[in-house]
C-alpha cells in the first residue's frame, strides 16, 4: 500500500491509502488534520497532528482503527515505524522559536510497539533523529558540535554508544546488521573549495568494525536490510552514489549535470528527485534505478541475458553464464568511467565479481532455482530476528527466499534467533545445502546416502556424485570453511543441476 497527504484546501483533507493489490483507495479517518509526512510500514500508517494537540496518530490497516499515541502537551517529530515499532522524538513545547536543528537538551526518543502496546523511553536529553528498522533504533544524542550516535536492539533490550569522539556525529539511519551516519570532517579533508565537510560513517554489528564509506558527503540512507547504501556527494553539484557494504564498491546513479535530492531505498531500487543543470527553480523530475545488487522485487520483469564483463577469464565462466541465460545469476551494475557520454548505452556494465565471497541469501536464491523451488510459496514469517520485518511495506523477496530454505530443510539458520543473510557462506556449508537439495528432490536415492566414514559425509556424498567436478584445486589441501566464491558457487549449482535427480 502507499499513502499521500490531500491539500487541505480540498474538500476532504488528510491522508489516503491506496492498496496496490486490490486497486481501492480510502481515507484514513483521523487524519484531518496531518502535518508533515506520514510514515507507512506493515499494516501501519503513523503521522504526526497538525492540530493544536500536535498528537502522534496510528492507523491499523487491517483492523481499520485510527489511535492516537500521544496526549500530553510536547512538541513531537514526525514518527517513523518498521511494520510493527513506531519511533519519534519527544520534548517540552518551546518557548521561542528555534532552528529545526537547534539543540533541546529536554529532547528524548519513545519507542512504542503496537504488539505489545507498550512504550519506552531511549537515551537521555538532547536525544534527536531516530531511524528504526528490523527492530532496531538508533538515534543521536547530545549536543550539537559534540552529538554521539546509539542503538537500541528490541531484541535484547541493549542500548550501544557506537561513537564517542567528541565531534559531530548526526543523521543516523540503520539497515539490517549496518548503522550510517555524518560525521563532522576536518579542512584537510576538503579538496575543492565547495566541498562539504561530512563524511559518511558505517559501523557493521557482524565485524564491530567502522569505517568511512565517503568523504565530500551531504546526506545518507540505507535500506532496510542493511543491502545498499546510497549518499549525495559534492562535485559540481550534488548527485547519489550507491554502495554495496559487501563489496566496497560503488556506482554512480546519475551522470553529472543533474543535481540530485532526497534518496530512498526500497526492494532493490533507488528513487530521488533531479533537477537538471543544477536549476532548483527548474521542472524536475523523479528518477527510479533498479540496482543488482540486492533482491529484486517479488515479480521483476525477466532481463535480458547479458555476458559479464568480468568472467572472460575465470575457470567459472561457463557455469556463470549457464546460470545466467535460467535467469539465476545476477550480476552488479558498475559505472564505467565518467569520460565515457552520460547518455551511452555502456555508461554501466555487469560484473559478476566470480572471485567475491558469496553471501547465503545470494546461494540460497540460486540454490532454490536450480532445484525448481518457488520462493514465494512459503507464506510464513522466518523465526530470525536478523530476517524478520525486511520486507515490511514492500515486495521484498529476502524473507521468502530465508523461509523457503526452511520449510524445504536446505539452508538453516546460524542458531533458533539469527540466519544472517548477508553474511559469507563457507564452501562445507554450501556443499551440505547442495547435497540437501539432491536429497530433497530424490528422497529414496541411494546414491545421496552413504556409509558413515571418517571425514565429512556430506563432501564424500558431493564427490562421489560429481558435485564438486570442476572446482579449481579440490582435493586434500582443499579448505572446506574457506568462504565459497561465486564462481565456485555457480559450478557447484551448474553440477547440481546436472545430476540426475
Known amino acids: 500500500s502507499v499513502v499521500w497527504t490531500e491539500s487541505p484546501n480540498t474538500s476532504e483533507p488528510g491522508l489516503v491509502l491506496h492498496d496496490l493489490a486490490t486497486g481501492t483507495t480510502t481515507r484514513i479517518p483521523g487524519s484531518e488534520g496531518v502535518a508533515g509526512p506520514a510514515a507507512i510500514a506493515g499494516e501501519l500508517v503513523v503521522w504526526k497532528a497538525g492540530d493544536a494537540d500536535s498528537a502522534i496518530h496510528l492507523y491499523d490497516i487491517e483492523a481499520g482503527v485510527t489511535v492516537q499515541l500521544t496526549t500530553e502537551d510536547r512538541d513531537y517529530s514526525s514518527p517513523l515505524t518498521d511494520g510493527r515499532y513506531v519511533v519519534f522524538t519527544s520534548a517540552p513545547v518551546a518557548q521561542t522559536e528555534s532552528p529545526a536543528r537547534a539543540y533541546n537538551p529536554l529532547s528524548q526518543v519513545l519507542l512504542y510497539d503496537h504488539q505489545t502496546k507498550s512504550a519506552v523511553q531511549l537515551g537521555g536529553g538532547g536525544a534527536a533523529r531516530p531511524d528504526l528498522a528490523g527492530g532496531l533504533v538508533v538515534w543521536q544524542e547530545g549536543s550539537e558540535n559534540t552529538a554521539e550516535v546509539f542503538l537500541y536492539d528490541t531484541a535484547t533490550g541493549i542500548t550501544e554508544q557506537l561513537t564517542q569522539n567528541q565531534v559531530e556525529d548526526v543523521a543516523p539511519v540503520v539497515g539490517g546488521d549496518r548503522v550510517a551516519w555524518l560525521q563532522w570532517g576536518r579542512a584537510d579533508d576538503m579538496h575543492m573549495p565547495h566541498d562539504s565537510p561530512w563524511k559518511?560513517?558505517?559501523?557493521?554489528?557482524?565485524?564491530?568494525?567502522?569505517?568511512?564509506?565517503?568523504?565530500?558527503?551531504?546526506?545518507?540512507?540505507?535500506?532496510?536490510?542493511?543491502?545498499?547504501?546510497?549518499?549525495?556527494?559534492?562535485?559540481?553539484?550534488?548527485?547519489?552514489?550507491?554502495?554495496?557494504?559487501?563489496?566496497?564498491?560503488?556506482?554512480?546513479?546519475?551522470?553529472?549535470?543533474?543535481?540530485?535530492?532526497?534518496?530512498?531505498?526500497?526492494?532493490?531500487?533507488?528513487?530521488?528527485?533531479?533537477?537538471?543543470?543544477?536549476?532548483?527553480?527548474?521542472?524536475?523530475?523523479?528518477?527510479?534505478?533498479?540496482?543488482?545488487?540486492?533482491?529484486?522485487?517479488?515479480?521483476p520483469p525477466t532481463p535480458p541475458i547479458r555476458e559479464f564483463a568480468d568472467i572472460a577469464g575465470s575457470?567459472?565462466?561457463?557455469?556463470?553464464?549457464?546460470?545466467?541465460?535460467?535467469?539465476?545469476?545476477?550480476?552488479?551494475?558498475?559505472?564505467?568511467?565518467?569520460?565515457?557520454?552520460?547518455?551511452?548505452?555502456?555508461?554501466?556494465?555487469?560484473?559478476?565479481?566470480?572471485?567475491?565471497?558469496?553471501?547465503?541469501?545470494?546461494?540460497?536464491?540460486?540454490?532454490?532455482?536450480?532445484?525448481?523451488?518457488?520462493?514465494?510459496?512459503?507464506?510464513?514469517?522466518?523465526?530470525?530476528?536478523?530476517?524478520?520485518?525486511?520486507?515490511?511495506?514492500?515486495?521484498?523477496?529476502?524473507?521468502?527466499?530465508?523461509?523457503?530454505?526452511?520449510?524445504?530443510?536446505?539452508m538453516l539458520g546460524l542458531d533458533a534467533t539469527r540466519f544472517a543473510p548477508f553474511g559469507v557462506l563457507t564452501r562445507a556449508q554450501a556443499v551440505t545445502a547442495a547435497v540437501r537439495a539432491a536429497k530433497y528432490l530424490q528422497p529414496d536415492d541411494p546414491a545421496w546416502r552413504i556409509d558413515p566414514l571418517p571425514g565429512s559425509v556430506n563432501m564424500r556424498i558431493a564427490e562421489r556424485n560429481g558435485l564438486l567436478a570442476g572446482l579449481v584445486g579440490f582435493g586434500p589441501e582443499w579448505d572446506p570453511w574457506a568462504p565459497i566464491t561465486r564462481g565456485e558457487a555457480a559450478q557447484l549449482l551448474v553440477n547440481l543441476a546436472a545430476a540426475d535427480l
Open 200 to 299: 559518511v560513517m558505517l559501523y557493521d554489528r557482524a565485524s564491530g568494525q567502522t569505517s568511512v564509506a565517503s568523504k565530500n558527503s551531504l546526506s545518507v540512507n540505507i535500506q532496510d536490510d542493511g543491502g545498499l547504501l546510497v549518499w549525495s556527494h559534492w562535485y559540481m553539484g550534488p548527485s547519489y552514489v550507491a554502495h554495496d557494504p559487501a563489496t566496497g564498491e560503488n556506482a554512480e546513479l546519475e551522470p553529472a549535470g543533474v543535481a540530485a535530492f532526497e534518496a530512498d531505498l526500497d526492494g532493490g531500487r533507488a528513487v530521488w528527485i533531479g533537477y537538471p543543470g543544477f536549476r532548483l527553480e527548474d521542472d524536475h523530475t523523479l528518477y527510479v534505478s533498479a540496482l543488482e545488487n540486492i533482491p529484486p522485487a517479488a515479480t
Open 315 to 410: 575457470p567459472y565462466a561457463a557455469a556463470i553464464q549457464q546460470l545466467a541465460e535460467q535467469g539465476l545469476a545476477r550480476g552488479y551494475r558498475t559505472a564505467l568511467p565518467t569520460a565515457i557520454p552520460a547518455g551511452s548505452i555502456d555508461y554501466y556494465e555487469l560484473r559478476y565479481r566470480p572471485d567475491a565471497p558469496t553471501l547465503r541469501w545470494q546461494f540460497l536464491k540460486m540454490l532454490l532455482g536450480v532445484a525448481g523451488i518457488d520462493a514465494r510459496e512459503a507464506t510464513e514469517q522466518p523465526p530470525f530476528k536478523d530476517v524478520q520485518g525486511l520486507e515490511a511495506g514492500a515486495d521484498h523477496n529476502l524473507r521468502y527466499y530465508v523461509q523457503a530454505g526452511l520449510d524445504t530443510g536446505l
